[in-house]
Structure formats: structure tokens, C-alpha cells
């Protein structure tokens, strides 16, 4: 079935680094990727969604200048968490939509980001 | 706007019990229902899912039905292993707009031996 790929699986860095995180789809093309953050016991909450060869589409509240988009083919979107802080720690994580009918989405296996 | 609501865990069973754990959703229009599952670790995995009402999802042992008239999609199982646990989310997708999922706010399960 169609795969996700994300990484890094968990990394952390220091306060005022950039941190990007990339999610490939294998086997598939993803023209759309949804990106979600999941907060300690919190449910995900999306945060915006990438189109191929366009601008991304985010979610009210979230900054852009802060988490940037990139989805520059059909296999890769990337997240780019710029000037990092404590605040940002979270877990981050990918998804592709259903490529048809009763296809379903499918989902990276998360990013755990720890700010110092 | 479209919302799904959950029970809070986290809930505590001993290997074999039964499970139930509620979900409940508002939305316009016809969403489709979801359940997904998290192990320790790992992405989200697609447990079941019903596209629409009176539709039973079901998969590993573990059954939703799609309740319109509740605005329900409950989660049950009838014998849990420990391997079940994880954390279960509940979701949905609007039949308007883009494809997006709203998601509870999820249930961690541990099931103990």
C-alpha cells in the first residue's frame, strides 16, 4: 500500500535554529500534504495543507513566516520550522489523502521536535 | 465548524474485557467516520471507517458503526489483548469542502495481562 516516509523520526536543536522536516511518498504521487502538530494528550490539529506547485494553504493561527511549506514535486513536501523555540516542541506529522474511493489516508510516522 | 468529541482516558482494562469507547461528532452534510490508531512510537494507522450512516467498520476484532441519528461512531471491541494498547482517534471528513480530517482528541487504551 501507498507509504509515507518522514524524517527525522525525532531531533533536537537550540533555541533560534531552523529544523526542516520531510515527508516522501513512496510508490505513490501526493499532489496535496497535510501537515498536523499533536500536543502531549491533544489530538492533532492541522496545520496547513501543501499543493504541488503552489502555495500552501494554512490554517487560521498559524504562523507562515514561522513554519514554511514547501511541497516542490510530487513525492516531497517539506516543513521548515524556522528560528525554533522551546514552545514549538511538539510532534509533527504528515499525511497524504486517499488516492481514490476507498483509498485511505496515510500518515508518516511523526516527527518528535524538541526545542532547548 | 466540524468537531469530534471523545472520551478522555486514559482507560484501563485487563486482557479479554470488553471495550467501548465513545465518539460522538457534529458536522453538516454527511462526513465520513474513522478510526485511527497510534502504538507507541509510530504514525497514525487507519483501524476502520464508515462512509456513511448505518455503515459498520470493522477490522482486527475492533467494530464502529456509523449512527446518524446519534451523531455516533463508537469503538468496541469484544476481548482486548495487550497489544492493543495504544492511543484511538476518532475523525471525520466533511463530504464539502477539501479532504482535510478533524480529529478527537484521542483515548489512550492500556491493557494490562
Known amino acids: 500500500g501507498a507509504v509515507v516516509s518522514q524524517h527525522p523520526s525525532w531531533v533536537i536543536c537550540k533555541s533560534g535554529t531552523s529544523v526542516k522536516i520531510e515527508c516522501r511518498s513512496l510508490d505513490f504521487q501526493a499532489t496535496t500534504m497535510f501537515w498536523y502538530r499533536q500536543f502531549p494528550k491533544q489530538s492533532l490539529m492541522l496545520m496547513a495543507t501543501?499543493?504541488?506547485?503552489?502555495?500552501?494553504?494554512?490554517e487560521q493561527g498559524v504562523e507562515k513566516d514561522k513554519f514554511l511549506i514547501n511541497h516542490a514535486s510530487l513525492t516531497l513536501s517539506t516543513l521548515t520550522v524556522t528560528s525554533a523555540h522551546p514552545e514549538d516542541s511538539s510532534f509533527y506529522i504528515c499525511?497524504?489523502?486517499?488516492?481514490?474511493?476507498?483509498?485511505?489516508?496515510?500518515f508518516g510516522s511523526g516527527t518528535r521536535l524538541t526545542v532547548v | 465548524g466540524d468537531s469530534v468529541t471523545q472520551m478522555e482516558g486514559p482507560v484501563t482494562l485487563s486482557e479479554e474485557a470488553f471495550l467501548t469507547i465513545n465518539c460522538t461528532y457534529t458536522?453538516?452534510?454527511?462526513?465520513?467516520l474513522f478510526w485511527y490508531v497510534q502504538y507507541p512510537g509510530e504514525g497514525l494507522q487507519l483501524l476502520l471507517k464508515?462512509?456513511?450512516?448505518?455503515d459498520k467498520g470493522s477490522n482486527k476484532g475492533f467494530e464502529a458503526t456509523y449512527r446518524k441519528e446519534t451523531t455516533s461512531f463508537h469503538l468496541e471491541k469484544g476481548s482486548v489483548q495487550v497489544s492493543d494498547s495504544a492511543v484511538y482517534f476518532c475523525a471525520l471528513r466533511s463530504d464539502t469542502g477539501f479532504q482535510k480530517l478533524v480529529f478527537g482528541t484521542g483515548t489512550r487504551l492500556l491493557v494490562s495481562p
Open positions: 458536522a453538516t452534510g454527511y462526513p465520513s
Open positions: 464508515a462512509t456513511k450512516a448505518d
Open positions: 499525511s497524504a489523502p486517499p488516492g481514490g474511493v476507498v483509498g485511505g489516508y496515510t
Open positions: 501543501s499543493n504541488e506547485g503552489s502555495k500552501a494553504t494554512y
